[in-house]
């Protein structure tokens, strides 16, 4: 570093060098400390354990009549299982989805029965606008879907968002036909 | 904390002794003889009415926390046995909440104050800044309070403003999950929540003696905008600003006793006496008063990010106030073009207030006719346009063109008229 020699006042040479290097490793190893302290504490916030584990529930489907919606909550939301009618089945498949924010078929909103076939009779989603998370109301909004109260998103039979501020259609949960009646979400 | 010379002298050996380790007297006596400047009306007098708030919260919170229930089955039952059953707890509940009503008033006025004369402007900009934090975290601490009852506002209004987070690119959903610390509102978030509601209050406290710091630094702006030139443009805070400021409190304790007296729910909605419901959203949901002009400002475009991003563009637009504004002069009454967009900018902030309380779908009264005509929707957009003509296109323009009158020489000429020609000139 520097071409004279610095003495402290001990009589010994002063090392830059070595004292940046001393300087450098201190401060990263406070750095990189502080970093996993933080971790912790950071990630405390996240899903606990048992919020994480809180299972799967099942549901029976013939209990739901023809034009009905069922309702159960699932992680703290609801998760909405409409019965639809022929008509409300011919609209969500008529559509033209080309028109839509968030392009999606009736058929790709549908799981495959233990046969491996669809059933359009059934649609399960997750009954959560996905503009800010109000609960949409059924049968209603200018598609004879949903409608949500909060800032007035329409989502049409098929459960998608065909006008006002919400981005996406409502989503479809994880879930299984464990026989040709009872679904199990989760 | 004061930036004038300290005329203190300890009388006693003890306080001397103090004074020589610790000048806390002084500091005191020091804080009570701060030469304020004479002119001072009663728009100034809200900066002491918010310390009282803030005393008034934090003393009623602590006692609410003693007998409040942050889980999710008992929350909304703990505070209607505090309203009903808890000693005076019918007195002290409705202090808390009506409390945070009298609050965020006070706040407003304190702001549009310092809007109106300027107070933002050089050498202020660090206090005014400030400010704007202190009341960014009153918004943080009123959100959350708001959630403990756990009624279907609550719960809802929850929802609703932790989805603001889910609309950040990409890691939107994780970052709310992390906030709500579930896939939804539920107990852990009423948990947090209820710890972070106790934590900010005293965030504000430090950030209020700093602002306070700031303000004895600099001195502070009055009515007329113009800095004291002399001892005889200033008062000593004590007794003249002391009284001025105690007058005014007690008036607006008439008012904060009305309402807590007669009408403590107006200020609530009523919806909020229902307990939280996961599986129903009530069918109009509404913020706190204090919130709807953003609110409105959210609604007002039909895009999700947009519309956040919008929204915290109307308070961030506050911190660069200082550079935004060109003029030189301090206070509207010299700026009379400016007074008047001033006033049109105060009154659209009371438009989007309205138009957040309304469903934007609805027809806007007088202004439509059956369905044709405007409705809130159209509204909002029209107030949050002026609102942000306001700061970026007509406070930097107008510095540049306008023609401010003449501004007096000195406060005391301002009020005495030009006293060095009489050979009188009456005694202080
Ligand atoms: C900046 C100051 C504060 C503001 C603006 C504020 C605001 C609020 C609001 C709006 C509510 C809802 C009241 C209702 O609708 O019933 C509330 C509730 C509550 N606050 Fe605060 N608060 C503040 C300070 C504090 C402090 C320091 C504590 C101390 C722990 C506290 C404890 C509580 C508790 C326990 C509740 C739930 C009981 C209830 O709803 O009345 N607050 N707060
Ligand atoms: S939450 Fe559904 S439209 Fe905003």
Redesign the interface.
């Known amino acids: 570093m520097s071409e004279t020699q610095v003495i402290d006042a001990h009589g010994e040479v002063i090392d830059d060098d070595k004292r940046d290097f001393i300087f450098i490793a201190t401060g990263a190893a406070a750095a990189a400390g502080a970093a996993l302290l933080a971790w912790p504490l950071v990630a405390q916030?996240?899903?606990?354990a048992d919020?994480l584990a809180?299972g799967s529930v099942e549901i029976d489907l013939s209990k739901v009549a023809e034009g009905q919606q069922l309702?159960i909550?699932w992680?703290?939301?609801?998760v909405f299982v409409r019965h639809r009618t022929a008509k409300e089945i011919a609209e969500a498949e008529g559509v033209d989805i080309s028109d839509c924010p968030d392009p999606q078929t009736d058929d790709e909103r549908l799981r495959p029965t233990p046969e491996g076939k669809l059933d359009p009779r059934f649609l399960v989603m997750i009954g959560?606008c996905t503009?800010?998370?109000?609960?949409p109301v059924g049968e209603s909004g200018d598609f004879d879907g949903w409608y949500?109260?909060?800032?007035?998103s329409h989502y049409d039979t098929s459960g998608r968002i065909r006008k006002?501020?919400?981005?996406k259609n409502m989503a479809i949960p994880d879930y299984v036909y464990i026989s040709d009646t009872v679904i199990k979400v989760g | 904390m004061s930036g004038h010379p300290s005329t203190y002298e300890p009388k006693y050996g003890a306080t001397k002794w103090l004074d020589q380790r610790l000048p806390i007297v002084r500091m005191g006596a020091d804080f009570m003889t701060f030469p304020s400047p004479r002119n001072l009306n009663y728009w100034y007098t809200f900066g002491g009415i918010l310390a009282l708030c803030l005393v008034s919260q934090i003393i009623t919170g602590i006692i609410l926390a003693m007998h409040y229930v942050p889980h999710i089955d008992f929350a909304f039952d703990s505070v209607q046995r505090i309203r009903r059953d808890v000693p005076f707890g019918w007195l002290l509940q409705p202090m808390h909440a009506v409390g945070a009503s009298m609050f965020f008033f006070a706040v407003y006025v304190h702001m549009f104050r310092g809007l109106y004369y300027g107070s933002y402007k050089a050498p202020r900009e660090v206090l005014w800044i400030i400010g704007c934090l202190i009341y960014l975290v009153m918004m943080a601490t009123g959100f959350l309070g708001y959630t403990l009852p756990w009624g279907q506002m609550s719960f809802?209004g929850a929802?609703?403003?932790?989805?603001?987070f889910?609309a950040v690119p990409v890691v939107g959903e994780s970052l709310q999950?992390?906030?709500l610390?579930?896939?939804?509102?539920?107990n852990?978030t009423l948990n947090?929540f209820f710890a972070l509601h106790y934590l900010l209050p005293f965030v504000i406290a430090a950030l209020v003696a700093v602002h306070v710091w700031a303000l004895h630094h600099v001195g502070q702006n009055n009515p007329i905008g113009i800095t004291p030139k002399t001892q005889k443009d200033t008062l000593s805070f004590h007794p003249y600003y002391t009284v001025k400021d105690a007058f005014a409190v007690v008036v607006f304790l008439l008012i904060f006793a009305f309402f807590l007296f007669y009408q403590p729910d107006a200020l609530g909605h009523a919806d909020n006496y229902i307990q939280a419901d996961?599986?129903?959203?009530?069918?109009?949901?509404v913020p706190e008063w204090y919130f709807l002009p953003f609110y409105a400002i959210l609604?007002a475009?039909?895009?999700?990010?947009a519309?956040i991003l919008l929204m915290i563009g109307a308070i961030a637009v506050l911190f660069v106030l200082p550079w935004l504004d060109t003029s030189k002069v301090r206070s509207m009454r010299f700026r009379p073009v400016a007074r008047g967009f001033f006033w049109i900018f105060l009154f659209f902030c009371f438009i989007l207030g309205w138009c957040g309380a309304e469903t934007?779908?609805n027809m806007v009264p007088f202004m439509s006719v059956g369905d044709k005509g405007l409705n809130f929707t159209w509204l909002s957009r029209i107030a949050t346009i002026y609102y942000f003509a306001y700061f970026v296109v007509i406070l930097p323009i107008l510095g540049l063109v306008e023609n401010p009158k003449d501004r007096p020489e000195s406060i005391t000429k301002a009020i005495l008229g030009d006293t060095s020609h009489s050979a009188a000139a009456p005694a202080e």
């Open positions: 916030m996240g899903k606990a919020t809180a309702k909550l992680r703290g939301a609801p959560v503009h800010f998370g109000c609960i949500c109260p909060c800032h007035g006002g501020p919400a981005p | 809802w929802t609703v403003i932790t989805g603001f889910g999950q992390w906030l610390g579930g896939y939804a509102v539920d852990a947090r996961a599986l129903k959203t009530p069918p109009h949901i609604r475009v039909p895009d999700k990010l519309g934007p779908d």
